[in-house]
């Protein structure tokens, strides 16, 4: 019988406590923070309803004890190797607090026709631990008034938060009617279903400030609950997490080498429900191409496509860890067949502009495709066929399928793009 997973936060600087009232659960899956900086995960069984913090310590002790005295060290701290290691001792020293610069942060929620889902997400938004910040709610060609009588009703109250329609369908338009609107120097992009975490704007902030030629953040994207077969199921795909370690990349300076040889892989840099730019940069590379992701034929690649054209024009971008929020992941099996469909179409069509846009990068964007339908796409499936594979195989047939007839669909969206564009005029602040 099927049990599901129990998510929580432990943060070390507190004291752990005994886990109760988990009798529905099999497992508890911990994301272990110090000072707010992100460890990793520990997962423990979960035993007669409960599971004690005598054990939830030792695991932490055993899998982030040397990460904890890095931690530490970072801090300016002097800890001693030939110490017994004490968790209670570690966790009470003092921790540097990040002083500022302040920058305004506009966050730009692009939302349509999900009321319920944005609520509370903006709710979370409300919580965020920053001193200047815009929330900025892009309503996406919406079909009804419901979010707009939210933020009427519910947030009028608020005066960081305004609402602005976009009436061109797509993902794309309402990312850049962002731009456009956008009062803050950096613009940080969630999804409305999502829940962020209080620091997270701050931990995006603190990359931008503290290096200048950082032009775009990503962050960490967790679990919000796995209470459904579907969540874990996608955990099992591989989840929106890219690992608990800062990363920088940058495309290398060689004459003779193409960013597509080492980066056309641009879904490990982050998702879309977690990034952010400095608005300048926009000026520099051009906005979000609005023949790509959600509401056009293309059904997704616009972050993607929009990681890798930071790198292609010569700019930074770092993946932070620290700068968390949590997705709702979607809870039915049909629903996540669709998504991870469409992620098989985003991609191709991610690909087929970037091979467009950059005549030097073709034959390296060429040679990837290849290699992806290989070793990603075609290599499970056979897997599958031999019942080796943990993941379903009708959704391995489905991002397969995706994958193919993407290449196809960067046109057909080009061409609806140019109709939105006729029928709407030209995108510009205020229309």
Not at 98 to 116: D, H, L, Q, S
Not at 321 to 340: C, E, F, K
Not at 412 to 430: C, N, P, S, Y
Request: proline share 5%; with cysteine; hydrophobic share 45%.
């Amino acid at each position: 019988m099927f049990k599901p997973i129990k998510v929580i936060d432990l943060e070390l600087s507190q004291p752990i406590q005994d886990q109760m009232e988990l009798t529905p659960y099999r497992a508890l899956k911990i994301l272990v923070r110090l000072h707010g900086a992100t460890l990793g995960y520990i997962q423990l069984p979960v035993q007669g309803g409960r599971c004690p913090a005598k054990a939830i310590g030792e695991a932490v002790l055993d899998q982030f004890g040397w990460a904890i005295m890095r931690h530490l060290v970072e801090d300016g701290l002097a800890v001693s190797a030939g110490n017994a290691l004490q968790l209670d001792e570690l966790v009470g020293l003092a921790h540097p607090v990040y002083a500022g610069p302040f920058p305004k942060v506009t966050v730009a929620v692009c939302t349509r026709n999900r009321a319920a889902d944005l609520a509370l997400c903006l709710e979370s938004l409300l919580q965020i631990d920053y001193p200047n910040l815009e929330i900025l709610v892009v309503d996406n060609a919406p079909s009804d008034s419901a979010t707009s009588d939210l933020l009427r009703q519910t947030y009028a109250q608020h005066t960081q938060v305004r609402y602005v329609c976009e009436p061109r369908p797509g993902l794309d338009w309402a990312r850049n009617r962002a731009i456009l609107e956008a009062s803050g120097e950096i613009i940080a992009y969630t999804d409305d279903d999502v829940i962020v975490d209080r620091h997270w704007v701050s931990a995006l902030v603190q990359v931008f400030t503290q290096s200048p030629e950082v032009m775009a953040v990503t962050g960490l994207v967790v679990p919000y609950e796995l209470e459904t077969p579907t969540q874990i199921l996608f955990e099992l795909y591989g989840g929106f997490g890219r690992g608990f370690k800062r990363q920088w990349f940058t495309a290398s300076q060689n004459q003779r080498s193409t960013v597509a040889s080492e980066y056309a892989w641009s879904g490990r840099f982050g998702t879309g429900a977690n990034m952010a730019y400095r608005r300048s940069l926009f000026s520099q590379i051009g906005m979000f191409d609005p023949a790509l992701d959600v509401g056009t034929p293309s059904n997704g690649g616009g972050d993607i496509e929009m990681f890798f054209r930071v790198l292609c024009e010569g700019f930074t971008l770092v993946y932070e860890p620290n700068a968390i929020v949590r997705h709702r992941h979607r809870r039915d099996y049909g629903a996540l067949s669709t998504q991870i469909a469409n992620n098989g179409v985003g991609f191709s069509a991610y690909l087929v502009r970037t091979a467009l846009n950059y005549p030097r990068e073709r034959w390296a964007i060429l040679r990837f495709w290849i290699w992806w339908l290989r070793y990603w796409h075609v290599a499970r499936l056979v897997n599958a066929l031999r019942g080796h594979e943990q993941f379903p195989r009708a959704l391995i047939v489905a991002e397969f399928w995706g994958y193919i007839v993407g290449l196809a669909r960067y046109f057909a969206a080009q061409q609806k793009a140019a109709q939105v564009t006729k029928r709407f005029g030209k995108q510009l602040a205020g229309t």
